[in-house]
């Protein structure tokens, strides 16, 4: 059974930065990434990375946010610096076997962890 972990998020002031965590577990994925979503919006992605290291970024986060990963724990991470109030939402974890050029649909997600960002 496949699970999604996350953690890191809370609240934090303008110009801060928070580190996103996303541990998995019960399968190996192809792609991990994140997703944010704002209550009215649609769910949009954020940034996602393979197993060798591609990365693919939203507009809105490049020069901002880095993702990275590490293979041996399953694990993704999303550091956030120079945070805005724009970027306050709920932060979901994806995992899939699919590459970067394909949506996340039929992947996998975690809860999500909110992530507030106070002007």
């Known amino acids: 059974q496949v699970h999604l972990v996350e953690s890191g998020g809370g609240l934090v002031q303008a110009g801060g930065s928070l580190r996103l965590s996303c541990v998995a577990s019960g399968s190996i994925f192809r792609t991990m990434g994140w997703y944010r979503q704002v209550p009215g919006k649609q769910r949009e992605l954020v940034a996602a990375?393979?197993?060798?290291?591609?990365?693919d970024y939203a507009d809105f986060v490049k020069g901002r946010f880095t993702i990275s990963r590490d293979n041996t724990k399953n694990t993704v991470y999303l550091q956030m610096n120079s945070l805005n109030a724009e970027d306050t939402a709920v932060y979901l974890c994806?995992?899939?076997?699919?590459?970067?050029?394909?949506?996340?649909?039929?992947?996998?997600w975690g809860q999500g962890t909110q992530v507030t960002v106070s002007s």
């Open positions: 994806n995992a899939r076997q699919s590459g970067l050029g394909y949506g996340p649909s039929y992947g996998y």
């Open positions: 990375i393979t197993s060798s290291g591609s990365t």
